[in-house]
Each structure stands twice: as structure tokens, then as C-alpha cells.
Nanobody, 127 residues
Framework: QVQLVESGGGLVQSGGSLRLSCSASGGTMNRFTMGWFRQAPGKEREFVAGIDWTTPKIFYADSVKGRFTISRNNAENTVFLQMNSLKPEDTALYFC????????????????????WGQGTQVTVSS
């Protein structure tokens, strides 16, 4: 069973940067689409960014486009989310997710399409 563990969250001032990491164990995620989601208190979980297994295909939510960058290192079984120009509205619990269907080049934005989830890492942006 694949397990995902996020790290890299923290408290940062508005305009600052953070880099989140998601490490997979118990199996390889190299053939799977990976995504980042976030959930703020009282709100639904929302899609942030996704990257397919071939890596050239990447998709971002409009709210983070131009500020966040998703990448992956298949050799290390790790996915990253570089977050720049952070805003207070980016404050949320950030989750890493994996789509268990191999070799799929569709990046789903609905959380129900993902099978593996990490426990989340908190990102707090102060104004």
C-alpha cells in the first residue's frame, strides 16, 4: 500500500515562499498522476496543481497560476510544490494525492479521482 507523507509547511509572511515535498513509500508513484490539494477551515478541499507521469503535462488552479510550481523527481519518488508570492488566502492544510490508475495523462481536479492521500501539512500566511 502506497503511503504519502508531506513536509515543508509552516508560517510565512505575505509575499514569502515555501516548498512542500511529498514522499511516497510502499510503492512507486512514477507511473501515476500526482496532485496537490488544500483545505481551509470551513471550506471544501480544492485542487491546487497536478502533474502527470510523463511530466510535461502540468495543470494549475487559476488562483495559484504564475505563483506555484509543481514538479516531481521520479528517481526519489517525490513530488514538490514551490509556492512563491504567498497570500493570506493561501492559508490551508495542503495535501498530496496520487491517482492509482497508471499511465493516465489526464490530470483530474476532483479529489474523488485520487486514491492515495497524505496526512497534510499546514501552511499559514500572515498579512
Amino acid at each position: 500500500q502506497v503511503q504519502l507523507v508531506e513536509s515543508g509547511g509552516g508560517l510565512v509572511q505575505s509575499g514569502g515562499s515555501l516548498r512542500l515535498s511529498c514522499s511516497a513509500s510502499g510503492g512507486t508513484m512514477n507511473r501515476f498522476t500526482m496532485g496537490w490539494f488544500r483545505q481551509a477551515p470551513g471550506k471544501e478541499r480544492e485542487f491546487v496543481a497536478g502533474i502527470d507521469w510523463t511530466t510535461p503535462k502540468i495543470f494549475y488552479a487559476d488562483s495559484v497560476k504564475g505563483r506555484f510550481t509543481i514538479s516531481r523527481n521520479n528517481a526519489e519518488n517525490t513530488v514538490f510544490l514551490q509556492m512563491n508570492s504567498l497570500k493570506p488566502e493561501d492559508t490551508a492544510l495542503y495535501f498530496c494525492a496520487g491517482d492509482a490508475r497508471p499511465f493516465v495523462i489526464i490530470i483530474h481536479t476532483k479529489s474523488r479521482e485520487y486514491d492515495y492521500w497524505g496526512q497534510g501539512t499546514q501552511v499559514t500566511v500572515s498579512s
